[in-house]
């Protein structure tokens, strides 16, 4: 017997298009958990990262529009937001030309790709790639049954790949409706003394455009990309860039031996609960192969007191502190002052470490800070956050302006939120020809929904558990 959950909510039609030989249409589930399970142990509905119309569709309804009611809009910005947005525009009847300045769609999807245990983001971007050639009339429809080619065709979509846009350019092309920004987030300046060191990298120049980092690494941001970054350089070695260091690995390359040795699965079933102990004497233990060494030393810093990868996914957040936990390589280091990055590219800090003490009749907080310390490192990788990025509609004239929507990271920066993005993507496109305002500048994303039953329910019985 075969059990699926989690795919049916990233593409409910999965075993119509396996059937009917659609295959590269499927739109994958990435196992992230953060749209289905972190919401549901919170008390809300369920829905999916990659499919926001999960479970909300009699919310988010597509329908193709009469004629009169269809626009050509200009996407800037090909990212998970533009994506999701362009493919659900083409299902309202809407032509979009899509536009990014790199030669291939999904943005800084390329980069998460890279990361061991998102080896399945090479699905949304297959699926992306897919959807976005299709022709405006569909091979099938719903049913598997082939389109009615009679019928007013779904919109196209037009690539502009490798193509930079500015503001000039958008007000001399007429021939488009609506904008929308896309172009995402860029990162943080930290501002740091000494920041400009060439010891001195961003995350995306290394994911991205691949510079070699040294063995002994500070990651300075410790959210989301900062864990990212910190997975990254830990299994992955520069001056041995074989399989299983290459970015393209996917999810089927991944191994169920790996697995079983990272997390000492004991597939034998000789040990107590079938995990293996590590004990040097013991046959069993020594019969599996020893976990790769780690590739570099790490120290993770963030400015917070708080313990460090707090905001990670509830569901999730335990395996990437675990991880890191277990490889011995990494220091943690929270309440971090960055004092300076010297001449040798080392960086210097302080600690500060807060602590609450409460009693029936007060609470007191005390602030204790730490001598100077330097960290001796070889590289330092800068994770402190990113920005949206505004140049578009910094540059817009007023008219512009009126017709110039902005989504994802352009709209909020945040923690390089998907699932917001792909969310926001897909709502704009399904809401766009009916909008009260006709001014962009007046148009709020609305904000997450307000708590339902089932929420305020899960809330109110914690109180008595």
């Known amino acids: 017997m075969i059990s699926m959950a989690r795919p049916f909510l990233a ?21 992230c958990n953060q749209a289905c399970l972190d919401h549901v142990f919170v008390g809300q509905v369920a829905s999916c990262l990659v499919n926001p119309m999960a479970c909300h569709e009699t919310e988010l309804q597509p329908r193709l529009l009469p004629l009169e009611q269809r626009l050509r809009i200009g996407v800037v910005g090909a990212g998970p937001a533009g994506c999701a ?51 405006p009339s569909a091979d099938a429809d719903t049913d ?47 501002k740091i003394p000494g920041q400009d060191h060439p010891n001195v990298l961003s995350y995306i120049d290394v994911l991205k455009h691949k510079k070699p980092v040294g ?3 500070a990651i300075i941001g410790a959210g989301g990309i900062g864990f990212d970054v910190a997975e990254y350089l830990l299994h992955h070695d520069d001056q041995n860039n074989n399989n299983n260091n290459s970015d393209e690995i996917k999810a089927e390359d ?60 509830k569901t999730t957040g335990w395996i990437h502190r675990a991880t890191l936990k277990q490889s011995g390589a990494v220091e943690m280091i929270a309440g971090a002052q960055y004092q300076q990055i010297d001449a040798n590219g080392h960086l210097h800090i302080t600690t500060t470490t807060t602590t609450d003490k409460k009693n029936k009749k007060a609470s007191t907080t005390t602030t204790t800070s730490s001598p100077p310390r330097i960290l001796e490192v070889d590289t330092i990788v800068l994770c402190s956050g990113q920005v949206e990025h505004t140049t578009l509609r910094d540059e817009a004239s007023p008219a512009l302006k009126r017709r110039l929507y902005a989504i994802g990271g352009a709209y909020h920066a945040g923690e390089l939120d998907a699932k917001r993005a792909i969310d926001m993507g897909t709502r704009l496109a399904l809401q766009l020809h009916n909008l009260t305002t006709h001014d962009a500048q007046q148009f709020v994303h609305p904000g997450p929904p307000p708590p339902g039953v089932e929420q305020s329910l899960f809330h109110l019985l914690r109180r008595f558990l």
Not at 14 to 30: D, F, H, M, P, V
Not at 109 to 123: D, N, V, Y
Not at 171 to 181: A, K, N, P, R, V
């Open 215 to 217: 063995k002994r690494v």
């Open 85 to 135: 947005f362009t493919l659900a525009a083409r299902q309202m009847g809407h032509d979009v030309v899509l536009y990014d300045k790199d030669s291939k769609v999904g943005g800084q999807f390329h980069m998460a790709k890279r990361i061991p245990g998102k080896e399945e983001f090479h699905e949304t971007l297959r699926f992306f790639e897919t959807m976005l050639h299709q022709p």
């Open 144 to 190: 598997g049954n082939p389109a009615d080619h009679t019928a007013a065709p779904r919109g196209a979509v037009e690539l502009r790949l490798n193509t930079t846009l500015s503001a000039a350019d958008m007000e001399q092309d007429t021939s488009i409706d609506i904008w929308i920004d896309a172009t995402g987030v860029e990162p943080r300046d930290p």
């Open 254 to 313: 991944v191994t169920p031996d790996s697995f079983w040795k990272t997390w000492g699965i004991d597939t034998t079933l000789q040990t107590r609960g079938g995990l293996v102990v590590v004990n040097d004497n013991d046959p069993l233990q020594q019969s599996h192969a020893p976990k790769p060494p780690p590739q570099r030393q790490l120290y993770m810093l963030q400015r917070k007191t708080s313990k460090l990868g707090k905001g990670l996914g």
């Open 11 to 31: 593409d409910p039609d999965l075993l119509l298009k396996a059937r009917t030989g659609r295959t590269n249409e499927i739109n994958t589930c990435i196992g």
